[in-house]
């Protein structure tokens, strides 16, 4: 038998059908073997009755069934399937060996980022269940998982090691900083307390250091949107990933702790020093691991939880808008009111970032987005007003780190939301694309890292280290 | 003959419990016999009888095995189990009735 002219051969056209099957998450490769055979048995069958080769093929495929039909009735049978591929199962064209080689790397960071941060224990620093953890720790926390971190996608994005060498320049110098400066450790009830600018260095490292964390994420895509928008998404998945994984760890140390209470041993010196650090540290490590590993699987969260919450924000910040111009009542302005509305300003960046990382950006404007616009701009009103009412007596207040990096942190977010507003504005009355509202927002991304950075380099000496 | 849809459906598991339980057999075989024998009547799209295959086997009522087949591809073949046969005799009590029913009321109609 000769092989016709036009037309790919058969093997081709067979691997393509094959393909085409496995596609479907509901037919697994057992089942596209069993098929395939079915399928060849059908092709000699019919070319032996004196079917060319090619007219055979169409004639087999045809009898085979419509491929959807044909999935939905494997889907009816395997249902189970349909999910496990959003929990379990890996990307299906991923290499076997390439996912345990994977697991292998990911396990041995996690490992090593459980050991950093029992480490410094050799040193003297202990975690000990009855004591108060030392300062070291929360200033260095960061330090302990993000070079990990860092390590992991550049091994997963193939960096070469001379470009990677660069990357731990951030993390030496979040190291020096983070250690440096002689904070002097106050004693409250015999339990050491963190100086102010201590615990600005403790909350803005990791925002500082994220960013070299999203350098190894994207590697040399940073000026692409595509890369940074990526990055958006990855840490909102892993935050979300995180969040259940600490579910899990804290029912795991419910559980720990009350199975040992029943036969009278207290396990608080192992929870307590050992599983909660070590799990905490290991599970940024495993989150990233699922996140990577199901980008292209699940679908994303963060953007779900943007459109079930942009509403509700925008009500509340109205009816708060409402109420206040309904009974008069000004802004209580107590210490640590500022800190409130850079949260609530945060958190409407994060509503903005996280729609418009979902978006088509060449969708027309729909009701969303002026809901978007109207979340912004209340949100820029009531920050306003807070502002306001702050303005008109910080003289009262006096200078301290932690008002003068709240204020700085409230116009770095303010910048951002005046200029979305504006974007939004644009777009929603067709004279602009949201694309141009996307990349202002990717762009913004290295200020707050920066800003962090200069926090905790230049606030501890500025302020004397108080 | 175009036979309906939920008649191909219910006469699926009898016929493939029967056929096995004439022997072992694989995907292919089985549609060639089910041709066989009826005539070329009953034609089932190929692709559809794996899923019910794969429901029996979860039952209980048939064992799979992958076995080398004579080209000396891989193939899986189906062999009834106890209570596959069991199931059969099941369904054909149930079928013999709805059969004497139908034949019953026809025979009548034709007789008055």
């Known amino acids: 038998m000769t092989t016709p002219a036009d037309g790919p051969p058969l093997e081709d056209q067979i691997a393509q059908w094959r393909m085409y099957l496995r596609r479907r998450t509901a037919i697994n490769d057992p089942d596209v073997d069993e098929l395939e055979g079915h399928l060849r048995d059908q092709l000699a069958a019919l070319t032996d009755a004196g079917l060319a080769r090619d007219e055979a093929f169409l004639v087999a495929v045809k009898r085979m069934g419509n491929l959807d039909a044909l999935s939905r009735e494997f889907a009816r049978e395997h249902s189970e399937r349909l999910w496990k591929q959003l929990v379990i199962t890996p990307a299906?064209?991923?290499?076997?060996?390439?996912?345990r080689a994977e697991a292998i790397v990911v396990l041995s960071l996690a490992v090593a980022a459980a050991l950093a941060v029992k480490a410094p224990a050799l040193f003297g620093l202990r975690l000990s269940p009855d004591q108060e953890v030392p300062p070291f720790y929360f200033r260095n926390a960061s330090l302990f998982v993000f070079p990990l971190l860092a390590v992991y996608f550049m091994w997963k994005r193939r960096w070469n090691a001379v470009s990677g060498l660069w990357l731990v320049l951030p993390f030496a110098a979040g190291a020096v900083f983070a250690n440096v400066f002689p904070w002097e450790t106050v004693a409250v009830d015999n339990a050491p307390k963190g100086r102010d600018t201590e615990v600005l260095t403790m909350l803005h490292l990791p925002i500082a250091l994220w960013m070299a964390v999203g350098v190894a994420y994207v590697?040399?895509?940073?000026?692409?949107?595509?890369?940074?928008m990526n990055f958006v998404r990855f840490s909102g998945e892993l935050a979300i990933y995180y969040v259940l994984i600490a579910l899990g760890g804290g029912v795991l140390t419910l559980f720990t702790m009350m199975m040992f209470q029943a036969i009278d041993i207290n396990a608080g010196w192992f929870v307590g020093p050992w599983l909660l650090p070590c799990g905490a540290a290991a599970a940024i490590i495993i989150g990233s691991w699922l996140v990577e590993a199901k980008q292209s699987v699940i679908e994303n969260m963060a953007p779900v939880l943007t459109r079930l919450f942009t509403p509700l924000f925008t009500l509340l910040l109205l009816a708060f808008l409402a109420t206040m111009a309904w009974t008069g009542s000004p802004i209580n302005v107590k210490r640590e009111v500022l800190i409130g509305f850079d949260l609530l300003l945060a958190l409407v960046v994060g509503l903005v970032l996280y729609a418009a990382s979902a978006r088509d950006p060449q969708a027309p404007p729909d009701f969303f987005d002026g809901l978007q616009l109207l979340l912004v701009v209340s949100a820029l009103v009531v920050d306003g007003v807070a502002l306001a009412a702050i303005a008109a007596r910080i003289s009262e207040f006096g200078v301290t780190p932690n008002r003068v990096a709240a204020l700085g942190e409230n116009l770095i977010l303010l910048g951002n939301l005046s200029w979305s507003a504006w974007l939004y504005a644009c777009f929603l009355?067709?004279?602009g694309s949201f694309a141009a509202l996307e990349r202002w927002q990717v762009a913004y991304l290295p200020v707050y890292s920066a800003w962090a950075a200069l926090v905790v380099v230049t606030f501890p000496p500025l302020f004397g280290y108080r | 003959m175009d036979m309906s849809k939920d008649l191909v459906a219910a006469s699926a598991t009898p016929l493939v419990l029967a056929i096995l339980a004439e022997g072992d057999s694989y995907g292919y075989a089985i549609i060639k016999r089910v041709?066989?024998?009826?005539?070329?009547?009953?034609?089932?799209?190929?692709?559809?009888?794996?899923p019910v295959l794969h429901r029996l086997e979860r039952q209980g009522h048939v064992a799979a095995k992958w076995r080398e087949s004579e080209n000396g591809r891989k193939r899986k073949y189906y062999r009834i189990t106890k209570a596959g046969r069991a199931q059969l005799a099941t369904q054909q009590r149930q079928w013999r009735v709805v059969d004497d029913t139908l034949r019953g009321i026809w025979m009548k109609a034709r007789t008055a």
């Open chain 2, 35 to 50: 041709n066989e024998l009826s005539g070329g009547h009953l034609r089932w799209t190929d692709g559809m009888l794996y």
């Open chain 1, 219 to 228: 590697r040399g895509r940073w000026f692409d949107d595509g890369g940074r």
């Open chain 1, 429 to 431: 009355r067709h004279q």
């Open chain 1, 92 to 99: 299906a064209d991923e290499a076997g060996s390439s996912r």
